[in-house]
């Protein structure tokens, strides 16, 4: 059974830093693109990074660029988002998700298979 168990979130303050980490469960890990989602109230789910199976290649929206920094560690099968000069337009229900099926970074939901279940991060001002 596949599982991805999201960890980390919280409430911080503008500038601050949280680490967020995805467990997954499977033997699909190690063979799957990973990425990090995030959604707030009234808002349309949207792409935050990507990371390659090997972690080689990296991909992070334009409003993260430069603050977030997305790895992951195959012999625990974790995937990590560390999140730094946080603003309160970070704020929102983090995912981590799972594509087993392709080969290069997508930053679409909809091609992602599996999902965690979500972890929030609160971001004040």
């Known amino acids: 059974q596949v599982q991805l168990v999201e960890s980390g979130g919280g409430l911080v303050q503008a500038g601050g830093s949280l680490r967020l980490s995805c467990a997954a469960s499977?033997?699909?890990?190690?063979?799957?693109?990973m990425g990090w989602f995030r959604q707030s109230p009234g808002k349309e789910r949207e792409f935050v990074a990507a990371?390659?199976?090997?972690?080689?290649?990296?991909s992070y929206a334009d409003s993260v660029k430069g603050r977030f920094t997305v790895s992951r560690d195959n012999g625990k099968n974790t995937m990590y988002l560390q999140m730094n000069s946080l603003k309160p337009e970070d704020t929102a229900v983090y995912y981590c998700?799972?594509?087993?099926?392709?080969?290069?970074?997508?930053?679409?939901?909809?091609?992602?298979?599996?999902w965690g279940q979500g972890t929030q991060v609160t971001v004040s001002s």
């Open positions: 990371i390659s199976w090997s972690g080689t290649s990296t």
């Open positions: 998700a799972a594509d087993s099926n392709t080969k290069t970074i997508v930053v679409v939901p909809s091609r992602y298979d599996y």
């Open positions: 499977g033997r699909f890990f190690s063979n799957s693109i």
